[in-house]
């Protein structure tokens, strides 16, 4: 089916350990981007993509890494993973054309570090 | 910086109507709004552009002040499935970077 797609969808791990959130959209859409929520604090943007091999940093990129080999794929690494990284992770992804067009949203990783 | 939401929860009976407003300490060139219920995904609304008209969709509707670099979300005849948090995504010019408030949650009683 069309449309994009976050995994995995509930992830446990330990403080310092590596971990990969994979994000994969269909539509072709130049633009992605990786926000994560917070009781209190709201969608806040980590880092976001033009294209691919173009990325960007957002509000709080500090613990993160992404890359973008392929217009599909954009997927966030934590490298060393922290306590404070505990949070729902979402992916977004919106075409280049046109700047009336929406973001669509994944339905978001729920990331434990304990 | 993240854009300003108020208020930051309101509780509703239905039928009644609610305003949610939106600002941002820089120049606006759009404003999205989306709607998210627990444990989803947000859900687009609308979008509002610089110099464009006020939007409307349902008994929902959103205007954008450039000036006062605000934008509010007017939710009329409220019903039960409009409870959720509100978010407002703002980008100002030249950038698709979006920057989200920090939500308004709304609650509509039976």
């Known amino acids: 089916d069309a449309g994009i797609t976050q995994s995995p969808r509930y992830k446990i791990t330990e403080t310092g350990r590596q971990v990969t959130l994979m994000c994969h959209q269909t539509?072709?859409?130049?633009?992605m981007f990786w926000y994560r929520q917070d009781l209190g604090h709201g969608l806040r943007l980590i880092y976001y993509s033009a294209a691919a091999d173009i990325t960007d940093k957002g509000e709080v990129p500090d613990g993160y890494v992404v890359s973008r080999s392929k217009t599909e794929n954009f997927p966030l690494t934590l490298e060393s993973a922290t306590r404070s990284q505990t949070s729902v992770y979402f992916c977004?992804?919106?075409?280049?054309?046109?700047?009336?067009?929406?973001?669509?949203f994944g339905d978001g990783t729920r990331l434990s570090i304990l | 910086q993240q854009p300003v939401q108020s208020p930051q929860a309101v509780i509703l009976r239905e039928g009644e109507d609610a305003v949610i407003n939106c600002s941002s300490s820089?120049?606006?060139?759009?404003v999205h709004w989306y709607r998210q219920k627990h444990g989803e995904a947000p859900v687009f609304l609308m979008i509002?552009?610089?110099?464009?008209e006020q939007k409307g969709h349902d008994k929902i509707s959103a205007s954008f002040n450039e000036k006062k670099q605000q934008s509010s979300l007017y939710l009329t005849a409220s019903q039960l499935s409009y409870s959720g948090t509100y978010f407002c995504?703002?980008?100002?010019?030249?950038?698709?970077?979006?920057?989200f408030g920090t939500g308004t949650r709304l609650k509509v009683l039976a």
């Open positions: 977004a992804s919106r075409t280049g054309q046109g700047r009336d067009q929406p973001q669509h």
């Open positions: 995504g703002t980008s100002t010019s030249g950038t698709y970077k979006y920057i």
């Open positions: 820089k120049a606006l060139y759009s």
């Open positions: 509002l552009l610089k110099g464009g």
């Open positions: 539509w072709s859409h130049s633009y």
